[in-house]
């Protein structure tokens, strides 16, 4: 029988699986730590915090964060362009499982 519960194991339709599906990707995590911390972040601010990331892979993150429901986009109409980006009650919710990460990662570093 365990045998048999160990071959029908998969991960697919899981909540992990799902939390996954929010944060995979080389900056969605940065991105929403950076705004925990921050909270209200304009594009450029976001770009200087996290270094070597294109303009492109930012804004492509930025908009599959926002479409998951994670951070929220605010567009001023003004010239310049002013637009600034925070977490939303959903995003906010991650942020224990971030900070846990981080102490983690804080005590196992050296």
């Known amino acids: 029988m365990e ?10 339709g899981t909540g992990f699986a799902y939390t996954l599906s929010l944060i995979n ?25 996290l270094g070597k990331v294109t303009f492109k892979t930012l804004t492509d993150s930025l908009k599959a964060l926002e479409e998951d429901g994670l951070v929220s986009r605010k567009e001023y109409p003004q ?12 995003g906010r919710s991650l942020i224990p499982m971030l900070t846990a990460l981080c102490t983690w990662g804080e005590e196992h570093r050296n």
């Open 3 to 12: 045998n048999e519960e160990q071959n029908d194991f998969r991960l697919e």
């Open 25 to 49: 990707g080389k900056y969605k995590m940065p991105i929403l730590y950076c705004l925990s911390k921050r909270e209200v972040v304009r594009y450029n601010e976001m770009k200087r915090y």
């Open 79 to 90: 010239v310049p362009p002013k637009v600034e980006y925070s977490l939303t009650e959903k």
